[in-house]
């Protein structure tokens, strides 16, 4: 008999394996980015289909194998409905762009715990904040994932450096900076004036605020906050350059957010 273990995972993607299988990709808590076999599931009269839609929260009992472990069951814990099921498309943009974020960032086997209970959290506070009626929502709530993103760069040891000039090390004080992106930290105005930076752009005040705030605030903290439009966007394209400086490659997802209203 199979050696099996049971585990609590994300489904982030799936990709077609052999003649009737899928291959599932999982984020799980307890042993980091899984790949699993799901036996027949590119049959319309699998069972298992609908427990693997991409970011359904589920329990899976999983086979030991070979090349690929199997799956043997799952059931589900949470679909998030209210993103699934936005009507202004939103939702399933976010869905698909923290799927294919984390499954570019996150490498190897190896147990998640913070990263993996930062992300329930934000999903849970997403599911909620999106039947809400809100001026530029769509911002707002890609600002909401974007400080979940800052945190769990942090947790991956990929942390910018906000606090202090990269150059002279003096404490950043909210004047004219800039964002260098090749160095992955705050450069100071001063320093910007004799150093060579090509891979940059300049932040706001505001913004340099917001991103040491990330840094030491829960999610739930900027529910309540009232930034504007100018600076959300600001901080979300700041994200965005640091995103594709650590993931190496274009987020593709990005190009379905323009075109959502």
């Known amino acids: 008999m199979a050696q099996t273990y049971n ?18 990709y999982v984020y799980t808590k307890d042993h980091g980015k899984i790949e699993i076999v799901a036996k027949g599931t590119k049959k319309i009269s699998s069972k298992l289909n609908s427990y693997l839609e991409p970011f359904y929260l589920v329990n899976l009992m999983i086979a030991k194998g070979k090349v ?18 936005d009507k202004e498309l939103i939702g399933f943009f976010l869905i ?24 329930i959290e934000l999903l849970d506070i997403l599911d909620v904040e999106i039947i809400k009626e809100r001026e530029n929502k769509k911002e707002w709530l890609l600002f909401l994932s974007n400080i979940f993103m800052l945190k769990f760069l942090n947790h991956l040891g990929y942390r910018p450096e906000i606090q202090r000039c ?10 004219k900076n800039i964002f260098d992106f090749s160095r992955g930290g705050v450069i100071c105005e001063d320093c910007k004036k004799v150093c060579l930076i090509e891979d940059y752009i300049k932040v706001s005040d505001k913004v340099i605020k917001l991103l040491q705030l ?6 739930k903290y900027f529910l ?3 930034n504007g439009h100018d600076e959300i966007n ?26 959502v209203p």
Do not use: W
């Open 166 to 175: 990269l150059v002279c090390h003096k404490a950043i004080l909210l004047t």
């Open 68 to 85: 690929f472990d199997k799956l043997a069951n799952a059931n589900i814990i949470k679909s998030y409905e209210n993103l699934r099921n």
């Open 7 to 24: 585990t609590t995972g994300l489904i982030l993607k799936r990709r077609d394996y052999q003649e009737n299988d899928r291959l599932f």
């Open 234 to 259: 600001e901080f979300n394209k700041v994200l965005q350059r640091l995103i594709l400086v650590n993931t190496e490659r274009p987020i593709k997802s990005m190009e379905f957010y323009k075109v």
């Open 224 to 226: 309540s906050m009232t």
């Open 96 to 119: 698909n762009y923290l799927s294919e974020i984390i499954y570019n960032l996150i490498l190897g086997q190896t147990p998640q715990n913070k990263k993996y209970e930062l992300l």
């Open 214 to 219: 990330a840094e030491t605030k829960d999610l």
